[in-house]
Every structure is written in structure tokens, then in C-alpha cells.
């Protein structure tokens, strides 16, 4: 099962909003509702942002949301800060013999 | 308060056996629901998911790696081992185990250990 596809890099500036794609395929996103999205600055473990394409653990600043529409599920990061800059991962169910489809993560910069 | 912890060696030999411990505490694997996967992330590389394991028992492997990997759990140490075969260079990765909880976010990862990066080479 060949990894779900994100763009490798986006940038936004402060305050602005800038928006990451996850697409797959209708065996994965498309299928069902099991979208996630990690958080991962350099040198530290990921943190989970959205679970489940839309909900946002304890803690996550609701200027992180998930979608999905079709086979792409997408993070929108609204009013950008500083600390936002990272790598994000997304990840789909896809089937019980493969529960954890990740994708090639996304650098986003903050200019 | 959910904390977990990967160990294990930091240098392997090629085709040797990596046998990786996750040490957890502030969760049970006998409570219904509650799984510890691993993940591993070469240098610069991005996530890939290995294996998952449930308080059933109930197994998950990560399909092109099924005959490499077995995990396992102790649920009186609160450990969960993860052993990969046949190590190769490309196999030199940050391990992270990270706890998930089937009813209130499947297939999510909300609480990671700090990893520990494994080197193969001879």
C-alpha cells in the first residue's frame, strides 16, 4: 500500500491561514472516517492534532482543524504563529491489515 | 498521567535481531480498548507505522514488514516488545511506541514515548 500524498512544504505569514492535503484513495481516506494528524517538531516526538478527520484532543488550539472531502482530507491552520512551524503527518485506516497509513509529512514554514 | 518509554540497543549489526522494549505507565493493556504501536522515522525520512497491538491481543502488522516483525505484551510489567529480523542499514530509524485507545480515537496515536534512534551498520 503505497503512502498517502501530501505536498512536501507550505508556508504561510503570521495570521494568515494555510491549509495541508492528504490524499489517498477510496480503500482509505475516501472509505473512512479515521483521519489523523501529527504534529512533529525537529528532534521531538509527534503530538497528535486531529483525530478522526475533524476532532481536536484536550489541549489543541482550535486554530487547527481537519476535513475531508472525497479521497483528501485536509489540516487548515488558521491564524498562524511562530511556533507552528513543524512537520505534519497525516494518517488513514486502511483496512484491518493495515490500520496505520501515513503519509510523506509536510514542512510547513511560517515566513 | 500517560507516559511511555522506548528501549533497547543503539547499534545493531546487519541480519541480527533488534528487540525493542516499551515501558509504560499511567494505563492498563487490560482495559478494553487500549493498544501501544510502534513507529519508526529513518533521518530525515517520514513516519511509518510497524505494528500495533491490542488489550485483546489482537495484532497488527504493517504489511510489507509482516514476516520481520512480532509483538508482544506483559501486562504485569507494562511492557510491550517489538522484534524486527534480519536488520538491514535502511533500517536505521528513531523507534517511537505510542499508546491509542480504540473508543475515543482508533487508529490515533495520542501519547508517544521520546524514541530511540537504532543504528544498523556493521
Known amino acids: 500500500q503505497s503512502a498517502l500524498t501530501q505536498p512536501p512544504s507550505a508556508s504561510g505569514s503570521p495570521g494568515q491561514s494555510v491549509t495541508i492535503s492528504c490524499t489517498g484513495t477510496s480503500s482509505d481516506v475516501g472509505g473512512y472516517n479515521y483521519v489523523s494528524w501529527y504534529q512533529q517538531h525537529p528532534g521531538k516526538a509527534p503530538k497528535l492534532i486531529i483525530y478522526?478527520?475533524?476532532k481536536r484532543p484536550s489541549g489543541v488550539p482550535d486554530r487547527f482543524s481537519g476535513s475531508k472531502s472525497g479521497n483528501t482530507a485536509s489540516l487548515t491552520v488558521s491564524g498562524l504563529q511562530a511556533e507552528d512551524e513543524a512537520d505534519y503527518y497525516c494518517?488513514?485506516?486502511?483496512?484491518?491489515?493495515?490500520?496505520?497509513?501515513f503519509g510523506g509529512g509536510t514542512k510547513l514554514t511560517v515566513l | 498521567q500517560i507516559t511511555l518509554k522506548e528501549s533497547g540497543p543503539t547499534l545493531v549489526k546487519p541480519t541480527q535481531t533488534l528487540t525493542l522494549t516499551c515501558t509504560f505507565s499511567?494505563?492498563?493493556?487490560?482495559?478494553?480498548?487500549?493498544?501501544v504501536g510502534w513507529i519508526r522515522q529513518p533521518p530525515g525520512k517520514a513516519l511509518e507505522w510497524l505494528a500495533l497491538?491490542?488489550?485483546?491481543?489482537?495484532?497488527r502488522y504493517r504489511p510489507s514488514m509482516k514476516s520481520r516483525l512480532t509483538i508482544t505484551k506483559d501486562t504485569s510489567k507494562n511492557q510491550v516488545v517489538l522484534t524486527m529480523t534480519n536488520m538491514d542499514p535502511v533500517d536505521t530509524a528513531t523507534y517511537y511506541c505510542?499508546?491509542?485507545?480504540?473508543?475515543?480515537?482508533?487508529?490515533?496515536?495520542?501519547?508517544w514515548g521520546q524514541g530511540t534512534l537504532v543504528t544498523v551498520s556493521s
Open positions: 478522526e478527520v475533524t
Open positions: 494518517t488513514s485506516y486502511a483496512g484491518s491489515n493495515n490500520p496505520v497509513l
Open positions: 505510542a499508546h491509542t485507545e480504540y473508543y475515543t480515537g482508533a487508529y490515533s496515536f495520542d501519547y
Open positions: 497491538i491490542y488489550w485483546d491481543d489482537d495484532k
Open positions: 499511567g494505563f492498563s493493556l487490560r482495559t478494553s480498548g487500549v493498544g
